[in-house]
Every structure is written in C-alpha cells, then in structure tokens.
C-alpha cells in the first residue's frame, strides 16, 4: 500500500497536467458541440444532434473527409514503402553514405511554411522548377500552376508529406534495423535464405514495433495537419483541397459557428479513436 501511494504521488503532478490540457478541453469540446455557440450572438443553447444532423447533407464535409481520408492513407502508406527503401539504402556500407545520413534529415527540420514557399516557386507555371524541366523533355502541354490545378493540387499536398516526413521514416527504421542482431541474417543465410527472404522474416518483424509508432503518429499527424493546405492552397481550387482541420478552422473564425466546428472536431475524434482500435487489435493478433 505505501509504495502504491508514492506511485500515485509521483505521477499525481502528469494526471493534473493531462486533465486540465487534455481531458478538459476533450469533454468541453464534445459538450460545446451540442450547443448552437456562436462567437458573434449572446447566448448559448443546448440543441443535442442538431449540428450532428446537420453534417449529414453538408456536401462540404463529406467532401473534406474524403479528401482528408485520402491524403492520411496515401501519404502514410507511401512514407512506410519510401521510408523502408530509404532505410535499406541508408544501411548499405556505399562511398559518402555518412554524409547522406548527416544531411538527410534536412526536409524534415525545414520550417514548413519555407517548404510550402519553396514548392510554390517550384510549381509556378512559365518559371517554376518544375515547369523547365518539363519543357526540356519536351512536355510543355503540362506548363501550369500546379498548385492551381484542381486535378494536381491534392497530389501535390501529398508530395509536400512525402518531402517532409520519408527521411524521418528512413531514419527511424534505420535505427530500428540497426537494433536487430546480426547473426539472425547469418542463420539466414546458412539456411539458404536470400536477401528478400532474410528482409521478410527477420528485418520487417525486427521493425514491427518502429512501425507502429511510426505509422500511429503519422496518421495522427497527417489527418489532422493543416497548415500545408492552409498554406499551399487555402483549400482550393474549387475545394479541391478542403480537408476537416481547414473546415474547423473556417467554421469557428470565418463563419464564428463554433458549435458546429466543434461538432466536426469530434467526428474527426471519433474516427481517428475507430482507427487506432482496429490497427493496434490488428498488431496485437499479429503479435501473438
């Protein structure tokens, strides 16, 4: 009983901190969306689902889901494969592979506002990056803003995810692979397995847990990131970029609505809470 009340007195100073910066503002979120609270009228109501019926025929945030659902899996799935490629290669004893290592972290630690900037400059049409290297194989058909293209602006969001999280993926399996001992490749490789058996059976199940880690905050991170379409696009052209955090972000400071953006932050809970439990009972199965 003591020592059970010197851990309770030890972590009471963190369960204060969680529950006033995190339970707190989680249930006020859930209890604001069942009100019509709006920043520019007196007043608050208790309407119940009524914001939560609302979003049943918003075209607006079905769209932004489906978009946000987009950018989250294609960005996370393609940063796992490049991160693993990535990885690999880093591992590889190769001239100058030190100094690609010291550097490689770079896109990740660039401020993110430089690196929408910088992919701006690069897509403007006539002379961006992108458009003169185009022009020289002789492709000048596709000479446009890309940014401004409703067809390319969304996979062009995901390049700015690819750009800016693959080498801390590669990193981070880097350092995972490192961890795993070699003489699990050299049994391998007495029992005739070549490098894709070997990278199947020991590498993947040696990174298991890096994967879990990796791919739970990215998902986290990526579905509710919004300064890079904030930034690249302001959600267009013709909402072809909206995504949930921007309609949050327009519904409580543009349009003062804050019950209803309240409402859509809490699906956006809702179905990040329905992930997370499928994934991780999935590894869990796994696992055993």
């Known amino acids: 009983m003591k020592q059970e009340r010197t ?10 901190v969680m529950g006033l910066f995190t339970v707190f ?7 604001i969306s069942l009100t019509d609270t709006h920043m520019l009228k007196d007043g608050v109501h208790f309407i119940g689902f009524q914001n939560y019926h609302r979003l049943f025929s918003d075209k607006l945030f079905w769209l932004s889901l489906l978009h946000s659902i987009i950018i989250t899996v294609s960005a996370v799935g393609l940063q796992f494969i ?16 030190r100094l690609f290592r010291s550097i490689i972290m770079a896109t990740w630690v660039i401020p993110v506002v430089a690196t929408v900037v910088m992919f701006q400059f690069m897509s403007q ?9 185009l022009k020289l194989i002789g492709l000048d058909r596709f000479d446009i803003y890309w940014f401004g293209n409703k067809h390319a602006a969304l996979p062009f969001i995901i390049i700015l995810h690819l750009w800016r999280n693959v080498p801390f993926y590669g990193v981070a399996f880097l350092a ?36 879990i ?18 930034l690249a696009t302001g959600g267009g052209p013709v909402n072809a970029t909206y ?13 003062y609505t804050v019950g209803y953006g309240a409402t859509i932050g809490t699906v956006m809970l809702v179905v990040l809470m329905i992930y997370f439990m499928v994934y991780i009972r999935i590894h869990e199965r796994q696992a055993r």
């Open 7 to 16: 851990g309770f007195t030890l972590i009471l100073p963190t369960l204060i």
């Open 25 to 31: 503002p989680l249930f006020e979120g859930i209890r």
């Open 82 to 97: 490049f991160g693993l490629i990535l990885a690999w290669a880093l591992k590889q004893d190769l001239p100058g592979i």
């Open 125 to 133: 049409a006539g002379y961006g990056f992108i458009n003169m290297v």
């Open 176 to 211: 995972a692979m490192q961890a795993i001992p070699q003489s699990y490749y050299e049994a391998a490789e007495m029992d005739g397995a070549g490098p894709w058996k070997s990278f199947i059976h020991i590498t993947l199940p040696g990174i298991r847990n890096m994967v």
């Open 213 to 230: 880690v990796m791919v739970t905050i990215h998902v986290l991170w990526t579905f509710n990131n919004f300064e890079f379409v904030f």
């Open 243 to 255: 995504i949930l955090p921007l309609y949050v972000y327009r519904q409580c400071w543009r349009s």
